[in-house]
Nanobody, 113 residues
Framework: VQLQASGGGLVQPGGSLRLSCAAS????????MGWYRQAPGKQRELVAT???????DYADSVKGRFTISRDNARNTLYLQMNSLIPDDTAVYYC????????WGQGTLVTVSS
């Protein structure tokens, strides 16, 4: 299983970014996919998840601003992030869960003016 995240970068407060995660193997079709993030000096935290049926769940801190989605034909997971704030600054990790957790390498998002 390989998870390749991309799309991070520097953005001003109020701006938007879209993260992508390309998944290899069968995990995408059977697992729960998600995004987590880890800010400097903090523990890794859940951002959003989406299951095979498309049901989603979000951390309270991102509800109404972030949208998780998946393209099953392309085995790709997305995270659309709008109205970004400095507290969203973190390394964002793509995650797949099926029996155990699988992690991508992370992509850095920096929200700063």
């Amino acid at each position: 299983v390989q998870l390749q995240a991309s799309g991070g970068g520097l953005v001003q407060p109020g701006g938007s970014l879209r993260l992508s995660c390309a998944a290899s193997g069968a995990i995408f079709s059977v697992g729960v996919m998600g995004w987590y993030r880890q800010a400097p000096g903090k523990q890794r935290e859940l951002v959003a998840t989406i299951n095979r049926g498309g049901s989603t769940d979000y951390a309270d801190s991102v509800k109404g601003r972030f949208t998780i989605s998946r393209d099953n034909a392309r085995n790709t997971l997305y995270l659309q992030m709008n109205s970004l704030i400095p507290d969203d600054t973190a390394v964002y990790y793509c995650n797949a869960y099926y029996i155990k957790n699988y992690w991508g390498q992370g992509t850095l998002v920096t929200v700063s003016s």
